[in-house]
């Protein structure tokens, strides 16, 4: 069974920092694709970022410049540095994994991020 295990959440001060983490127990290599999708209170979920398995990357437009999703292939993790945090990007932030193998997609628990002063 694929696991997805996210980390980093927390509470941060506009314009602060934070770095979520995202651990499978897949290799990198038997991925498609990694992303990191949020959830805001009465809102749908939205994409926030996705790399593929060969390096490409893509953003939300309300993210691009501030965020930057990264992967550590020894590790099977992937990264989302997040900078210049603002209020709106309070949300519950989950990890996408889709398997080369069958495109089957499997999610992480979430982990909240509020940026409030």
């Known amino acids: 069974q694929v696991q997805v295990v996210e980390s980093g959440g927390g509470l941060v001060q506009p314009g602060g920092s934070l770095r979520l983490s995202c651990a499978t127990s897949?290799?990198?290599?038997?991925?498609?694709?990694m992303g990191w999708y949020r959830r805001a209170p009465g809102k749908q979920r939205e994409m926030v970022a996705v790399?593929?398995?060969?390096?490409?990357?893509n953003y939300a437009g309300s993210v691009k410049g501030r965020f930057t999703i990264s992967g550590d292939n020894a590790k099977n993790t992937v990264l989302l540095q997040m900078n210049s945090l603002k209020p709106d990007d309070t949300a519950v932030y989950y990890c996408?994994?889709?398997?080369?193998?069958?495109?089957?997609?499997?999610w992480g628990q979430g982990t909240q991020v509020t940026v409030s002063s």
């Open positions: 996408n994994v889709i398997l080369k193998v069958d495109y089957r997609s499997y």
């Open positions: 897949v290799s990198i290599f038997s991925i498609y694709a």
């Open positions: 790399i593929t398995g060969g390096g490409s990357t």
